[in-house]
């Protein structure tokens, strides 16, 4: 499984970013797909998932503001980000758990970048 993750970038307190996950290679077997974030000096953060039925889950921290979804015929998840605050100024990662031979591996992407200024 390969994840291509995109859509991050400079933006302005307030403002909205989404972000795209793409998964090709054997992404059949993907069970479910999640959203990271790490600050610079900051442990790795879960900030929402999808799983392949579709039942979602968004942190607390971030609940009200972050939307996650998927389209399923393009094989590619994304991460709604409203009312940005400068304290979402980090790097942005997806990850997919696949199936495989009856084995649980996980797939990060290579992260993506956000930067909110005040």
């Known amino acids: 499984v390969q994840l291509q993750a995109s859509g991050g970038g400079l933006v302005q307190a307030g403002g909205s970013l989404r972000l795209s996950c793409a998964a090709s290679g054997s992404s059949f077997g993907i069970a479910a797909m999640r959203w990271y974030r790490q600050a610079p000096g900051k442990q790795r953060e879960l900030l929402a998932g999808?799983?392949?039925?579709?039942?979602?889950n968004v942190a607390d921290s971030v609940k009200g503001r972050f939307t996650i979804s998927r389209d399923t015929a393009k094989n590619t998840v994304y991460l709604q980000m409203n009312n940005l605050k400068p304290e979402d100024t980090a790097v942005y990662y997806c990850f997919a758990e696949a199936i495989e031979s009856g084995w649980s591996r996980g797939y990060w992407g290579q992260g993506t970048q956000v930067t909110v200024s005040s």
């Open positions: 999808i799983t392949s039925g579709g039942i979602t």
